[in-house]
């Protein structure tokens, strides 16, 4: 690789990837594209960025831009939206029309190949407990999947991808990630709650599961995903789920007991009954969803979350095999989960309530 774009630098996958690409000495320039917003580096000192090869662009007329001349193109940009009542509309706009346009723009600059980030809530169940499962196809799980609008949009984009012939491609699925430059996680979302109380609660038993993954292993694995396409053209269309040894585990445990707590902030020893905040939450959705259809007034819905957000962090199990990543990609992890907190744990103690951009939920990119 000697050209390469990042499409949607400012996310926190972006932030750790083009920090992984600025280290390659080979690589002559990273162009990074964004929505809305010029790139901006948010990593601590422990990323040491080489930012002489950087161009930035954004805004939709900069695109083709982005992408000329480039050889390999990681497409990261997406609208997550994991609320009440999602926009259908600007789901469509950013995660299917978005990506035939790069697509389009690809093909006409002769993009050689391209790594696209995709979700693992495209093959889990919202039934049944997701237990170290390989790569599956969307299909299989349409009808019980979690956040239907979202993932129909992933798929269709999946889909682009996976039919465009002229591309060499990889997609990465990822579940929830973490790490520093966070600024919309489910880490962020329990920083933003101090803002009310110091002390946050523990919901549940902590008998849910849901597998977290260090943004820095995610963008290594990308990259990784990249030059292996780059050494073997064979490597093609494959769809692969990304994981490290973050503990499988509630995410009090495997994260927030790490991140959430400084000489401010506490994490309670009392617990609140699940279902009882659950049932309660469902009530009040259920409410603001039938006044939103008799008034026509769409209340806010995307300050709340979706109930089954709720029931995925909290009570359902998901977890995913890392078997392909490892045997067919031959990748191993760069950072170990000790090394992930020690990287993390200081940007998080110090993180505010007002650094957080937006609720995990509902991230629109900039």
């Known amino acids: 690789m000697e050209q390469v774009a990042v499409i949607g630098g400012n996310s926190l996958v972006g932030q750790h990837l083009i920090s992984a690409l600025s280290l390659l000495p080979n690589l002559k320039l990273i162009n990074v594209w964004n929505l809305s917003q010029k790139f901006t580096f948010r990593l601590p000192d422990n990323n040491n960025l080489d930012d002489s090869r950087i161009s930035s662009f954004h805004g939709m007329k900069h695109l083709e831009a982005a ?30 029309d978005f990506i035939s346009a790069l697509l389009e723009a690809c093909n006409r600059r002769h993009v050689k190949r391209m790594v696209y980030l995709s979700s693992i809530y ?4 919202t039934m049944w407990p997701n237990v170290g499962g390989r790569e599956a196809e969307y299909i299989n799980f349409q009808k019980e999947a979690p956040f239907s609008a979202y993932c129909s949009s992933k798929n269709a984009a999946e889909q682009m991808i996976l039919q465009c012939d002229g591309i060499q491609n990889v997609i990465a699925r990822i579940g929830p990630v973490y790490g520093e430059g966070d600024q919309n996680s489910l880490i962020c979302d329990a920083i933003y709650w101090s803002k009310f109380s110091a002390t946050l609660p523990v919901i549940g038993d902590q008998g849910g599961v849901l597998q977290m993954t260090y943004a820095g292993n995610v963008a290594d694995a990308l990259l990784h995903f990249a030059i292996k396409m780059s050494m073997d053209p064979t490597i093609n269309k494959e769809v692969v789920l990304v994981q490290d040894d973050t503990p499988i585990k509630d995410i009090y445990e495997s994260t927030l007991k790490h991140f959430y707590t400084n000489n401010v902030r506490q994490i309670s020893t009392m617990r609140v009954p699940f279902y009882l905040l659950f049932i309660g939450y469902l009530i009040i959705s259920f409410v603001c969803w039938a006044v939103s259809k008799v008034t026509g007034e769409l209340i806010n819905f995307e300050q709340l979350p979706s109930p089954t957000y709720f029931y995925f962090i909290f009570r359902h199990w998901t977890f995913i095999s890392g078997f392909k990543q490892r045997v067919f990609f031959e990748y191993i992890p760069k950072f170990s989960y000790e090394e992930a907190i020690h990287r993390s744990q200081d940007y998080y103690r110090q993180l505010l309530p007002e650094d957080i951009s937006a609720f995990s939920w509902n991230v629109y990119p900039v």
């Open 122 to 125: 495209l093959q889990c169940s």
């Open 67 to 96: 992408v000329h001349g480039c050889d390999t193109v990681f497409a990261l940009h997406e609208f997550q939206d994991f609320s009440l009542l999602p926009s259908k509309k600007r789901l469509q706009e950013q995660n299917v």
